[in-house]
């Protein structure tokens, strides 16, 4: 098992960029598909983006493609979020969620395939 922080988060201006970190505890993190999900004030939780544990398969959600980057170090036990070009419909609560599995390419993209959540981080885009 293991236990995610997430890290990054705050006050940025429209069109600014911010990098959000996530990091795990545990030896066998290279063994978990790793994913970020947010939750806006009175909004559904929402899938972001999705990496495998072996990094070679990455997957966004549509309102994120093309500006967002998923990557992970499995040597630092760390996945982060580059996010560019953010706009006020970003803000929310971002987590991190861990989800084990002995696929290296595979990847999960609901919440209910993670078994591991981490507390969150805000990010606040200003218009």
């Known amino acids: 098992q293991v236990q995610l922080v997430e890290s990054g988060g705050g006050l940025v201006q429209a069109g600014g960029s911010l990098r959000l970190s996530c990091a795990a505890s545990?030896?066998?993190?290279?063994?978990?598909?790793m994913g970020w999900f947010r939750q806006a004030p009175g909004k559904e939780r929402e899938f972001v983006a999705a990496?495998?544990?072996?990094?070679?398969?990455?997957y966004y959600a549509d309102s994120v493609k093309g500006r967002f980057t998923i990557s992970r170090d499995n040597a630092k036990n760390m996945v982060t979020l580059q996010m560019n070009s953010l706009k006020p419909e970003d803000t929310a609560v971002y987590c991190c969620?861990?989800?084990?599995?002995?696929?290296?390419?595979?990847?999960?993209?609901?919440?209910?395939?993670?078994?591991?959540w981490g507390q969150g981080t805000q990010v606040t885009v200003s218009s």
């Open positions: 969620a861990a989800g084990r599995t002995s696929i290296s390419v595979r990847i999960f993209r609901t919440a209910n395939e993670y078994s591991t």
């Open positions: 545990g030896r066998t993190f290279s063994s978990y598909a």
């Open positions: 990496i495998s544990w072996s990094g070679g398969t990455t």
